[in-house]
C-alpha cells in the first residue's frame, strides 16, 4: 500500500514538472505581435503629442521647450540619484518634478494614461541605447 502511494507521489511530481516545463514560454503569433506593437505606438504616438505641447500645463510651457526629441533625458539612466529629489528615483518622479516645477501643473499617477505615454515616448526616442542606470 505504501508503495503504490509513493509511485503515485512521483507520478504526481513528474506530470507537473513536464506541465511546468512547457508552460515556461509563451506561444503568440504574428498577428499578436503586430497587435502589440500597434498598441505600444499608439501610446508611443500619444507621448510625443503630450511631450510638444499637449500638456494640461498651466503656464503653457511643453516639455520640449527644454528637451527637444526627448533630448538630454536619458531614460537608460534611470533609476539614478536626482539631485533635484534628493534620492534615488525612477524616470516618472523626474518627469512629475519637471511637471510640477517648470510646467507649473500637478504630478501625475505614474499609472495615469499620460505619464505611461510620456515615458514610452522617452523611451522610444532612446531605443538602442545601452541600460546604464545609475549614470550621469
Not at 9 to 16: D, N, P
Not at 73 to 79: A, C, R, S, V
Request: glycine share 6%.
Amino acid at each position: 500500500m505504501q508503495i503504490t502511494i509513493i509511485h503515485a507521489l512521483i507520478g504526481m511530481l513528474a506530470s507537473t514538472t513536464m506541465l511546468a516545463t512547457s508552460a515556461q514560454a509563451d506561444m503568440f503569433t504574428e498577428a499578436d505581435l503586430k497587435r502589440w506593437n500597434d498598441e505600444f505606438m499608439a501610446v508611443v504616438n500619444k507621448g510625443e503629442k503630450v511631450f510638444h505641447g499637449g500638456f494640461r500645463s498651466k503656464n503653457t510651457v511643453s516639455c520640449d521647450q527644454c528637451h527637444p526629441n526627448a533630448t538630454n533625458i536619458h531614460p537608460e539612466t534611470y533609476p539614478k540619484f536626482q539631485q533635484q529629489l534628493g534620492k534615488v528615483a525612477v524616470l516618472g518622479e523626474m518627469i512629475n518634478w519637471c511637471i510640477m516645477n517648470p510646467l507649473e501643473s500637478e504630478p501625475l499617477a505614474l499609472d495615469d494614461p499620460d505619464m505611461v505615454a510620456l515615458q514610452a515616448y522617452i523611451h522610444y526616442e532612446r531605443r538602442g541605447v545601452k541600460l546604464e542606470p545609475g549614470k550621469h
